[in-house]
């Protein structure tokens, strides 16, 4: 039973198209994130909610939008994509232990 | 703000020997965590081992454990008989008290040599 699952685990689609990736956690956790990570594998921080409020806004543009309709849930949707949009994100999430995060597979998003 | 700095981009040990991975990292405040965090080729990060800056033991997880210098600002890390299940890329993280974000370094890749 994944702890952190993300869907799709890949997409490939158009600069200028719309997408969306899912992420649940079965863990009973309150705080959950997304993380991006380059192509030269640098991890960075997009956003994080804890029991579906906004606790962490990076300076992410505008396109990108979270969503987190309970706890158990945040998905990231993005508009207009971008060639620079292609990246590996990851959904997290964690309670209690500073730091200790659970992370998702890594959802591979390809921009052509 | 804060920054973490990992020097090796790659690195190889032999299997069964010990490797030592660095991490350096930037900040003001006093106390803090810092973390190193495992990604194998299937993509999944997983965290390694822990420490608070308010301890000084360093913290130790079976096969791992680091070197935590607090006024050099290091946080090394220390994997003994190495296994091919260690081949993956190493992330160094730092938090800060009482918030959520995690800045991880560049990471190390490191290989392990039959």
């Known amino acids: 039973d994944t702890a952190v699952s993300q869907t799709p685990k890949y997409l490939v689609t158009q600069m200028g198209n719309d997408k969306s990736i899912k992420c649940e956690q079965n863990?009973?956790?309150?705080?959950m994130y997304w993380y991006k990570q380059d192509s030269k594998k640098f991890l960075k921080i997009m956003f994080s909610?804890?029991?579906?409020?906004?606790?962490i806004n990076e300076t992410v543009p505008n396109r990108f939008s979270p969503k987190s309709p309970d706890k158990a849930h945040l998905n990231l949707h993005i508009n207009s994509l971008e060639l620079g949009d292609s990246a590996v994100y990851f959904c997290?999430?964690?309670?209690?232990?500073?730091?200790?995060?659970?992370f998702g597979e890594g959802s591979r998003l390809t921009v052509l | 703000a804060q920054t973490v700095t990992q020097s090796q981009p790659e690195m190889s040990v032999q299997e069964a020997e010990t490797v030592t991975l660095s991490c350096t990292y930037d900040?003001?405040?006093?106390?803090?965590?810092l973390f190193w965090y495992k990604q194998p080729p299937s993509r999944q990060m997983i965290l390694v081992i822990r420490q608070e800056a308010y301890k000084q033991q360093n913290a130790t997880e079976n096969r791992f454990s680091v070197n935590f210098q607090k006024a050099a600002k290091s946080f090394s890390l220390k994997i003994s008989d190495s296994q091919l299940g260690d081949a993956a890329m190493y992330f160094c993280?730092?938090?800060?008290?009482?918030?959520?974000?995690?800045?991880f370094g560049t990471g190390t890749r490191l290989t392990i040599i039959p």
């Open positions: 997290a999430s964690s309670q209690g232990i500073p730091g200790e995060l659970f």
């Open positions: 993280a730092y938090r800060s008290v009482g918030n959520e974000k995690l800045t």
């Open positions: 900040t003001s405040e006093s106390d803090y965590y």
């Open positions: 909610y804890n029991n579906k409020e906004l606790i």
């Open positions: 863990l009973g956790h309150d705080t």
